[in-house]
């Protein structure tokens, strides 16, 4: 038995885009007005190219090691962030668990060695995830924490409920602070990044009756996600204001350099950003919102079909634009383009100016169930997406085939998304699922991702583990593709 789970970093990504026709004058392309575009791709080769094995380390324990997020800094140092139960061995002897699962954040450098790790747990279930490394290069983990945790020298206590957490780490591996927001209906945070200033904005995970947004009590059946700002040291500046009858889910956070804050996710039902109520328009719509500094709404973009359509991950063009990565189900309506899925769900990534116009978007897919589920910048400004797939596709004229429950590809794609530029297919028997994407500067390729069982990568057999564990490769990414 193998359970597989890739992280890749690099110059690599998604395959597929479906093209509309090149608008003129302002820049944005017109597609077809009315028109349903089937999203199958664009003609064209897409072509592989080697890598070579530089490194590697594989992690496990006693029990189960989970992988949340990993990301690379510009020396190619993997910060990894997840929980433990049992015991862990980063390198250097175990860590044991002090309960249920405990989180941990590690540093690997370019050799796959690890130059620190931080673990911290009490007896209930606690986890780290979704780091970024600020301006001043410390690291920025959010998560949650249930019971109580000893963390940066002091005691954290959730009380009866999980209770959102934020901690920041040294680049050495000291946690300068930590904090968390107990007994307010916050119960988990999560895709935290920073400002020029070293402001730090997450998500709340909100649940129940809640004082904790805007100073009043809110009833909820669901759980909602809201914006937080915290200043450099821990304390609370603003939260937004969304309130939903259903379920919602932000799934991306960026910072533009005029300060204002970009988010992506999903809702279903009713959903308000502040200014009314929007209504979804079948299962699930996806969204693209701006907030300004200080948390109030500056624009919001909704897109739906019939069916469920959600937005993946998120990462900022060199002119501000927002790049989206996602899937949709049945139709989606992005303004001058419509897709018509090829299967039950099909991948997209779309593209829209920073005052929220859609300059383009693209769709791909074969007969299941297909989605693209990250996408970021490559070390030379390249769109870098990835993307799992079942049976067999077609993209960029080529087919792939999946080895199993679904494979991933990875690859480069053009900046008006039409144009496959590089494509790799990874997977086995079993299902494949990957996290993040980045790129160090160097432009090499940093892996990493869970198994259970035993598994061979590039040739070299990994350490056979009873329970799920995780494992850290570095590859040389060759030319440019």
């Given amino acids: ?51 070579e094995l530089e490194c590697m380390r594989a992690v496990g324990g006693e029990g ?47 050799s796959c060695e690890v130059a620190w790790a931080v673990t911290a747990g009490g007896p209930g279930a606690d986890l780290a995830r979704d780091p970024s490394i600020g301006p001043d290069g410390h690291i920025l983990i959010t998560g949650h924490i249930s019971d109580w945790v000893e963390l940066a020298g002091r005691t954290l206590d959730a009380g009866d409920d999980r209770a959102l957490l934020l ?17 307010q209906g916050a119960i988990s945070g999560s895709y935290a990044t920073h400002d020029a200033d070293g402001n730090i904005l997450a998500v709340a995970e909100l649940r129940g009756d809640s004082d904790f947004v805007g100073g009043k009590t809110v009833e909820r059946s669901t759980v909602d996600r809201n914006l937080i700002a915290f200043s450099s040291g821990g304390e609370r500046l603003w939260e937004t204001r969304w309130y939903g009858e259903g379920a919602n889910f932000v799934t991306g956070v960026e910072v533009g350099d ?25 299962g699930a719509d996806l969204f693209v919102a701006a907030v300004r500094p200080g948390g109030e709404l500056d624009w919001v973009q909704t897109f739906g079909g019939p069916g469920d359509d959600f937005a993946a991950s998120m990462t900022l063009g060199d002119k501000g634009d927002i790049i989206v990565a996602g899937g949709f189900s049945d139709a ?44 970021t910048r490559g070390a030379r400004g390249q769109i870098v997406t990835a993307a799992r797939f079942q049976e067999r596709v077609e993209w960029a004229g080529r087919a792939f085939e999946s080895g199993g429950v679904d494979d991933v590809v990875a690859s480069v794609v053009s900046e008006d998304g039409a144009q496959v530029r590089w494509a790799r297919q990874f997977g086995n028997e079993m299902q494949d699922v990957w996290y993040q994407l980045g790129s160090p500067d160097d432009g090499s390729l940093v892996i990493s991702g869970g198994y ?24 040389g990414a060759g030319s440019d593709g």
Wanted: proline residues 2%; negative net charge; charged residues 25%.
């Fill in 167 to 183: 901690a920041k780490i040294s680049p050495q591996g000291r946690v300068v602070w930590a904090h968390h927001e107990a007994g």
């Fill in 1 to 51: 038995m193998i359970f597989v789970g890739l992280t890749l970093v690099g110059l690599i990504g998604m395959t597929g885009c479906s093209s509309g026709d090149a608008g003129q004058g302002d820049g944005l392309d017109a597609g077809v007005e009315g028109e349903w575009l089937d999203s199958s791709l664009p003609e064209g080769d897409a072509v592989s190219r080697g890598s």
């Fill in 64 to 110: 189960t090691n989970e992988l949340h997020q990993m990301i690379v800094d510009a020396d190619g140092n993997a910060i990894v962030a997840g929980r433990f139960q049992g015991t862990i061995d980063f390198g250097r002897g175990p860590h044991r668990s002090n309960g249920g699962f405990d989180l941990f954040v590690a540093m690997f450098d370019a």
């Fill in 258 to 282: 005029d300060g204002r804050i970009f988010a992506v996710g999903e809702f279903r039902g009713g959903l308000d950003f502040g200014d009314g109520e929007r209504t979804s328009r079948g």
């Fill in 332 to 375: 989606i309506d992005m303004g001058d383009y419509k897709l018509r899925s090829n299967g039950y769900l099909d991948g997209l990534l779309a593209r829209l100016t920073p005052d929220g116009q859609v300059r383009w978007a693209r769709g791909f897919g074969g007969e299941g169930y297909d989605r693209n589920f990250f996408v």
């Fill in 452 to 475: 259970r069982g035993s598994l061979e990568l590039y040739g070299e057999s990994l350490v056979e583990r009873d329970a799920e564990t995780f494992y850290v490769v570095r590859v």
